[in-house]
């Protein structure tokens, strides 16, 4: 059975920082491309930044220079690192997995979803 557990989530002070983790495991996915989404109440999932097999990396604009997207392939396990948050960076995150090497940034491109970790970051 495919999981993806998310982790690491939590109550934080704007300026701050926090690092969210996802623990995959059902099946290897050292090949996988892995993404970051995060969904505000009342408002569609976005891509927030996704990562390759090798380390190449893609941001989203909003995130670009404050978020750090890595992995390490021999835990199985995604890291994003937050810094400089924002009230605005307040929302659930997701992590995804997809079964291609090549960096996507919509939801449906991807295979594997984990069930979230909430970031609340107070102003």
């Known amino acids: 059975q495919v999981q993806l557990v998310e982790s690491g989530g939590g109550l934080v002070q704007a300026g701050g920082s926090l690092r969210v983790s996802c623990a995959a495991s059902?099946?290897?996915?050292?090949?996988?491309?892995m993404g970051w989404f995060r969904q505000a109440p009342g408002k569609e999932r976005e891509f927030v930044a996704a990562i390759s097999w090798i380390g190449g990396t893609y941001y989203a604009d909003s995130v670009k220079g404050r978020f750090t997207i890595s992995r390490d392939n021999a835990k199985n396990t995604v890291y994003l690192q937050m810094n400089s948050l924002e009230p605005d960076d307040t929302a659930v995150y997701y992590c995804?997995?997809?079964?291609?090497?090549?960096?996507?940034?919509?939801?449906?491109?991807?295979?594997?979803w984990g069930q979230g970790t909430r970031v609340t970051v107070s102003s």
């Open positions: 059902g099946r290897t996915f050292s090949s996988d491309t």
């Open positions: 995804a997995a997809r079964m291609e090497m090549n960096l996507r940034t919509r939801a449906r491109d991807y295979d594997y």
